[in-house]
Structure formats: C-alpha cells, structure tokens
C-alpha cells in the first residue's frame, strides 16, 4: 500500500512537473535573451570550430601535398618542423577551448542568469 502511494505521488509530480515545464519551456522560448544567447553562443561556437578545422586540415593537406615545407629540421636536431607545429596545434585547441569556456562563464551565463530571473516566477 505504501509503495503504491509512493508511486502516485511520483506520478502527479512527474505529470504537474511535465505540465510546468512545458510552461517554462514556452515562456523560455518567447524571450528575445534566449534568443540573443542561442545565436551568440552557437555563432561563437562555429567560429571556433572552423578556425579549429582551417588550422588542423591546412596542417595535414600541408604534410600530405607538399612534405618539403615540413621537412626541415629544428636546428641540427634530427626532430623535423612539424613536430612542433603539431604539437602546436594541440596547444592552440586547449587555448581555443579556454576561449569558450571563458566567454561561456561571462556573457553566456550573464544571459542564463537574467532569463532565469525572467522566468523566476514560475520556477
């Protein structure tokens, strides 16, 4: 009988939770922040995804088409150019993700807070 409770009161929550949130979701939708905040930060994010791509496919045609600009060695070393450009490369996608996630934590949540206070009413 308990369980049977239980199970009902999770059930109402689960329906009134599902009947809100498709409330909030709609009222999220309708603000022109979120609107603002979906195209910024999916702008930015594929900005930095071809930039990303343009760096490291130029990288492999480079070696693939033309091995000669690669080929040169770092001083009298027998380790060629291209290994510290690669590594390089690596270094500049955790820059570019520091980037994000910077620009994520201030002006994207400063979007994310001010539709939550648009929308506090019903939470």
Known sequence: MLLQLRYFNISMNLILGEKMNKELVERIKANPK?????????????????????????FILTI???????ANTVGDSIITIAIPIGASIIILAFITTVIYVIRANGEFEDLEMSIKNDVKDIL
Request: hydrophobic residues 55%; positive net charge; aromatic residues 22%.
């Open 34 to 58: 979120y609107k603002e905040l979906v195209t910024k930060r999916s702008s930015f994010a594929i900005k930095l995804a071809v930039f990303m791509l343009v760096v490291y496919y130029g």
């Open 64 to 70: 693939a088409f033309n091995k000669e600009v690669f």
